[in-house]
């Protein structure tokens, strides 16, 4: 039997996630919270294997109470159920304890196999979900093999310098330079010097 609780605020969505978890053979809805403040005092006298948890809730936010969560069910999974499928949100989520990211689009067959799927120790999530997640660490693997002339022109544009300053201080010519700067741009992920420039510096590129 796989004990699950929900913390959700929508009235409609958390009666229809209660329902189809205890309509299910071999799960049990052991509590349903609409905020984290409610949940955190429920889930310690009845607590769940898996909870699931929305993100945009009425007080403290999900991703501020999954630490919380994490300390008062150190052997529970959290499973993130929300609406939001920005990047950020995702790894804030997975980075505070989430093990898994699902949107609320999700079949209830596939929501069910996901809990089940945490439960056994993996970390479900939506497929275009897992896919953002690939792509981002794609492209901070990609930003990590700048080549050492492209790093050298990366960090001569972060002082300010022109293209035409730049050939003249590497002694190439001024169409090699601007050759590289579109493989820094490829290989970044930007489109322009300003954004080139912006990530250098953010994430210490050179």
Known sequence: MIFVSIVEDDDDIREGLALLISGTPDFYCSGVYRDCESAWSGVEENPPDVLLLDIELPGISGIQGIPRFRQALPDAEILVLTVH?????????????????LVKTV????????????????????????????DSFRKSFTAGVLSGRETEILSLLCQGQSYKMIADLLNISKHTVHTHIKKIYKKLHVNSNGEAVSRALRENLV
């Open 85 to 101: 499928e920005e990047e950020q949100l995702i790894f804030e989520a997975l980075c505070a304890g989430a093990c898994g990211y």
């Open 107 to 134: 079949a209830p067959a596939k929501l069910l196999a996901a809990i089940r799927e945490a439960y056994q120790g993996g970390a479900p999530m939506s497929a275009h979900i897992a896919r953002r997640v690939v």
